[in-house]
């Protein structure tokens, strides 16, 4: 299984600093390692899986989904918006 990035992701992993990048990659090797290890999400936002991880006591939480073999990570960021953005990204880039 591979891992896409779609390019919000890209632009707030570019961001951060370099510790945070590399705690990101690991929890990214992680998750396409057993992509089950999300919490899988319901209603509107179904189909999207979410894993929570915590870096110098702040939480963050990466969406990602199944895509014809290959993972997608749409979405990282806090808590604060979080769901109300990947909302927004769903209704964008979905059909």
């Not at 591979?2 to 945070?20: C, I, N, T």
């Not at 999207?48 to 199944?66: C, G, N, P």
Request: net charge positive.
């Amino acid at each position: 299984m591979e891992g896409l990035f779609a390019p919000a992701f890209r632009r707030f992993v570019k961001k951060q600093s370099l510790p945070l990048q590399l705690a990101i990659q690991d929890q990214v090797d992680r998750i396409i390692a057993d992509p089950d290890i999300g919490e899988g999400k319901k209603g509107d936002l179904a189909g999207f899986r979410v894993h929570k991880f915590k870096f110098h006591r702040q939480e963050y939480l990466i969406s990602y989904e199944t895509k014809d073999e290959n993972l997608l990570f749409v979405m990282i960021g806090t808590h604060e918006n979080f769901y109300r953005d990947l909302k927004k990204y769903q209704k964008e880039f979905q059909p």
